[in-house]
């Protein structure tokens, strides 16, 4: 008797993959690197924000058309094949979309380490390795149980942002000019290059298509509520952020949340309750993180891109046992690495060279394919041409042109690693 085939489990709705989205947007990013982006931009740190909001919202449009006409695991690998027809093309993008995942879950696990570590005294790696272990281990027990966990941190998240934005209200518009810029524009642009690491996520919950009750209808709307609900939120936060305490004193902080908390209300002692928000935001990032690398995975080996026993889905949990297991050895792996600033950027780079392939992918296919059924239509065309597309195309490059050269060769150099893999197995 043939063994039926085995799939995912679809348990998803529009709330849960909303919350998805939302719950990685606002993980570790805002938390981590709020001080980062003020040294930059200065006061004008808000205008980063809605600039790196623009970005996503015309990539996120992009994701949205594609992901009504092919609701898949592995988003990006399967857009471009069907775009160009070439698995070694989409193999680099999966391959830059797996590297950035694993790289951001790494270096988010250690701001994990270091705000537990702040409260309890425990070794950083050690415990950033068992994050990591014990993050894995919900990620195999199943999607629904993973979303459930999510949605919690996502609204403690959500409070802990929410508190930042009610203490700060008293202090907008208080001896502050909200233009004040050391680095001009340049300087606004160079941070939207960090900052843009707290927007990375969004394009995640493509990723979960095959786990998403209706993903042609469901995917594109949860796609456009996260970044949307992400930037009103990211916007109040900075102004907030700035009224409290100025660019020049943020960008000293190594734990903004915290001292922003101090500096609004001193009395009520908030430093410990941030830190432990911090705690619940940066673990969801690494949830959501390993989820989707670990679909990514899955989904590639599906394909035949990558070994067969990467697709292999556990019988009883429904959930890529191998995948699963694999992105967590290689995330513990990739622990070691260090400056947050650096990885965020290089995880950017990536970002940005995935965003430029995704919206080529939705010109072309605009082009090639018109008549293919679209249930999601990015708005604003010329003809067969889609505008908002091909701004996130300009967009993109823009982006890329302001990142120094040395982490450029950095990014290069993994793709030709992943090149090097997908011929040798290939041959094999």
Excluded at 359 to 373: C, G, Q, T, V
Aim: proline letters at 3%; a positive charge.
């Amino acid at each position: 008797m043939k063994r039926a085939k085995l799939k995912l489990k679809r348990s998803l709705g529009l709330f849960e993959t909303t919350c998805y989205g939302v719950g990685i947007i606002l993980g570790a990013g805002i938390y981590a690197l709020l001080g980062t982006g003020a040294g930059i931009a200065g006061n004008l740190l808000w205008l980063s924000f809605i600039i790196a909001a623009v970005i996503a919202i015309f990539t996120g449009l992009s994701y949205a058309e594609l992901s009504s006409i092919c609701p898949k695991e592995a988003a990006e690998y399967n857009y471009t094949k069907k775009a160009f027809k070439r698995k070694s093309i989409s193999f680099i993008v999966g391959w830059i979309m797996i590297i950035a995942g694993i790289i951001a879950a790494a270096t988010v696990s250690l701001g994990f380490a270091n705000y537990f570590s702040h409260i309890f005294g425990t070794p950083i790696v050690p415990t950033a390795i068992a994050l990591v272990a014990i993050l894995s281990i919900i990620n195999f027990v199943g999607i629904k149980e993973s979303a459930k966990l999510n949605i919690i941190e996502t609204a403690i998240e959500f409070f802990g942002l929410l508190i930042i934005i009610v203490l700060g209200f008293s202090f907008i518009g208080k001896n502050i000019n909200y233009f004040e810029a050391p680095n001009g524009l340049t300087g606004v642009f160079s941070a939207v290059l960090v900052i843009f690491f707290a927007y990375i996520g969004f394009e995640g919950v493509v990723n979960i298509s095959e786990e998403t009750k209706n993903p042609v209808k469901t995917i594109p709307k949860a796609l456009i509520l996260s970044i949307v609900i992400s930037t009103i939120l990211y916007i109040l936060v900075s102004i907030s952020a700035l009224s409290v305490m100025g660019w020049q004193q943020l960008s000293q902080s190594k734990a903004p949340f915290s001292d922003i908390a101090n500096v609004a209300a001193p009395n009520l002692n908030l430093s410990l309750l941030m830190a432990v928000i911090a705690l619940f935001a940066t673990s969801n990032t690494v949830l959501i993180e390993l989820i989707i690398t670990s679909r990514i995975f899955y989904g590639i080996a599906k394909d035949g891109s990558l070994p067969k026993s990467l697709s292999k889905i556990n019988s009883k949990r429904k959930t890529p046992h191998i995948a699963i297991f694999v992105t967590m050895i290689l995330t513990m792996l990739a622990i070691s690495i260090g400056n947050i600033k650096t990885v965020a950027i290089l995880t950017d780079i990536g970002i940005f060279l995935v965003y430029f392939a995704i919206n080529i992918s939705l010109i072309w296919l605009r082009f090639k394919e018109p008549k293919i059924e679209r249930p999601f239509k990015s708005p604003i065309n010329i003809g067969k041409l889609p505008v908002l597309a091909l701004i996130g195309v300009i967009f993109s490059l823009a982006m890329l042109i302001h990142v120094e050269h040395i982490l450029l060769i950095g990014e290069l150099i993994v793709i030709a690693i992943g090149c090097l893999i997908y011929f040798l197995y290939k041959k094999l």
